[in-house]
């Protein structure tokens, strides 16, 4: 099993793995019935103050990155998410959705590159 990484705003590649939206907020113009999901895991996602700052500007991704992992590594919650990631991995694929245009500069692909290296496989 693995983790995978879909735009919510596309239809689902896989709807059959457990779907976890991994953005602060909720996608605009989705409906939570539509959305399909397992789980939303807001506490995962970049703070409000990084969100801003990164902008979406792929020159600061490198930046926001490093500045994200560090969140990751002092966030109480990562635990517990990585913990449900690895339980849900016994049993199926885990989907990362994220609501970002840019499919290669976001935090669900930060996100993925953290557990790949914090997760017993």
């Excluded at 989705?30 to 970049?46: H, Q, R, Y």
């Excluded at 990164?54 to 930046?63: I, S, T, V």
């Excluded at 992992?69 to 959705?97: P, W, Y």
């Amino acid at each position: 099993m693995e983790i995978k990484l879909e735009r919510i705003y596309t239809k689902p590649l896989d709807d059959t793995g457990y779907r976890i939206l991994v953005d602060r907020l909720w996608p605009r113009g989705i409906s939570k019935v539509n959305a399909k999901l397992d789980w939303w895991a807001k506490e995962i996602g970049p703070s409000t103050e990084l969100r801003k700052w990164f902008g979406h500007d792929p020159e600061k991704f490198a930046e926001f990155a490093q500045k994200y992992q560090s969140e990751l590594d002092q966030g109480a919650f990562t635990e517990t998410f990585r913990q449900r990631v690895e339980t849900q991995l016994k049993q199926t694929d885990v989907i990362f959705l994220y609501g970002a245009k840019d499919e290669v500069h976001n935090q669900a692909v930060i996100l993925k590159q953290y557990l790949d290296a914090h997760t017993q496989k």
